[in-house]
């Protein structure tokens, strides 16, 4: 099997695990798509030859969070609910898995982003189409809020925090030069300008302000920040203006509560966050090592959700499984820095030898990108249950492949340096050499 048939099979999956069809069309559920998908998929990597996983540090805090799962399920006053929770997270570790497993050369990560955009295009896409011409919408805080058409991950909230964390991948492809075809260049615009209208309709004030976040993270990065700074506030402005009133109101709420269209609601929503994040705490006072489990505060919250990621993973898994959940999303985070480090260097080198090695540049944006994602899953976590999400493994994904890619290819690059470029470049091969010597 070749590697971009692989990640192609790869890519039908990761379009079943986002857009879930069967949960649309009901009609579709009685097939179990995704579980036969997955058994193909895992029989394929199992056949696939040029498959290898390493057991990085990230993969090892990774492996104990999972474990401090399982006991804590076990120990958990309801099991049964603890261990649903495990079971469908086992299934985003296996997926996980699989791709970090097969997916290493460039031209393969990069296939794997742009089905992921997408995937996100066609999800959102046909959410909206649903939502301005069929008339589906729910109904809640006293407006009619855009939703996803999936069960799972549907909710206004849940669907806005979505869109938000695949705007980073929007960016790392922006450019003429990173997409071949006109057609790829036309649906990422097209992506560009629907994700912030549809984030505006679902009335998440967490979905707008992760996504202002976002505008602030790509300005700093900018080499022509002023530039960027007032594309933004023209695309805030812009958007501000085709808001519709209610939804308006319910975005200004985040400043004055009392102008919401529910306004009793939206301030108890607020002070929710605060609640879940209290409550989890006290949780962990009275089981500080594994918590009372998995999704176990829907009992000790009346039946709601902490609605904190900090909360719900103090509360639920204690803190050992707090300790190693921070550990692995600190592991990724410094790899991909690492990583972009490493690919500047290259860069740098590519620029002075005037060779054509694999697409770095584009590497260090997916870096740059799922950094990124990183920071905005934390600080949406300040307002939504999102330690289960999959866009975690998904950072830790291109952190750990790229990585995996640099120390590949790290001896022939040597090399290449040292015995076709010294007399040409002894300057910045000394300079450079060190560099990849670290590697």
């Known amino acids: 099997m070749s590697p971009m048939a692989m990640a192609n099979i790869v890519s039908g999956y990761l379009f079943l695990y986002i857009f879930r069809p069967y949960e649309f069309w009901s009609a579709l559920g009685s097939f179990h798509l995704e579980r036969i998908y997955m058994i193909i998929l895992v029989l394929c990597a199992l056949v696939y030859n040029r498959k290898r996983f390493t057991m990085t540090a990230a993969h090892m805090w990774l492996l104990f969070f999972f474990l401090v799962l399982i006991f804590s399920s076990a120990l958990s006053t309801h099991s049964q609910v603890a261990f649903e929770s495990t079971w469908k997270y086992s299934k985003s570790l296996i997926f996980y898995v699989v791709l970090v497993s097969t997916i290493h050369e460039p031209r ?23 939502y301005f011409f069929h008339g589906r919408y729910m109904y809640r805080m006293g407006i009619a809020r855009m939703y ?12 806005a925090a979505s869109i938000c964390y695949s705007l ?3 960016w790392a492809f922006a450019g003429r030069q990173r997409l071949a075809f006109r057609w790829q260049r036309l649906a990422l615009l097209g992506y560009a300008l629907l994700a912030p209208i549809a984030i505006l309709f679902t009335g998440s004030r967490s979905g707008l302000v992760t996504g202002l976040l976002f505008l602030v993270m790509i300005s700093l990065k900018a080499k022509r920040k002023f530039a960027m700074v007032l594309l933004a506030v023209i695309v805030v402005i812009g958007g501000w203006q085709f808001t519709p009133h209610k939804h308006r109101l319910r975005f200004l709420s985040i400043i004055d509560p009392s102008v919401a269209p529910a306004a009793e609601s939206a301030e108890s929503s607020a002070e929710g966050r605060i609640k879940g994040l209290l409550h989890g705490i006290d949780l962990f006072t009275s089981h500080p090592l594994f918590g009372v ?35 692995f999303v600190t592991c990724t985070w410094l790899t991909l820095r690492r990583n972009t480090r490493k690919l500047r260097a290259l860069q740098t080198y590519n ?10 540049d584009m590497l ?9 994602a990183l920071i905005m899953l934390l600080f949406n976590g300040n307002f939504g249950h999102n330690m289960f999400r999959f866009n975690w493994l998904f950072s ?5 492949s790229i990585a995996q890619l ?27 050499g060190m560099s990849i010597h670290q590697f």
């Open 108 to 130: 393969q990560i990069r296939r794997i982003a742009l089905a992921f955009l997408g995937t996100m295009l066609l999800y959102v896409g046909k959410s909206a189409n649903e």
């Open 364 to 372: 260090s944006r997916l870096c740059k990108a799922s950094s990124m």
């Open 293 to 327: 489990g998995p999704n176990n505060t829907t009992f000790t919250l009346n039946g709601f959700q902490a609605h904190n990621l900090y909360g719900q993973i103090l509360g639920e898994l204690g803190g050992l499984g707090a300790f190693a959940y921070f550990a």
């Open 351 to 360: 620029t002075a030898s005037g060779t054509s090695p694999p697409d770095f």
């Open 396 to 400: 830790s994904f291109f952190a750990v």
């Open 168 to 170: 980073p991948f929007v």
């Open 148 to 159: 996803g058409i999936d069960s799972t991950n549907g909710d206004p909230n849940s669907f």
């Open 406 to 432: 640099l120390v590949y290819a790290k001896a022939p690059l040597r090399r290449h340096i040292i015995n076709e470029e010294q007399k040409r470049f002894p300057s910045t091969v000394a300079s450079l």
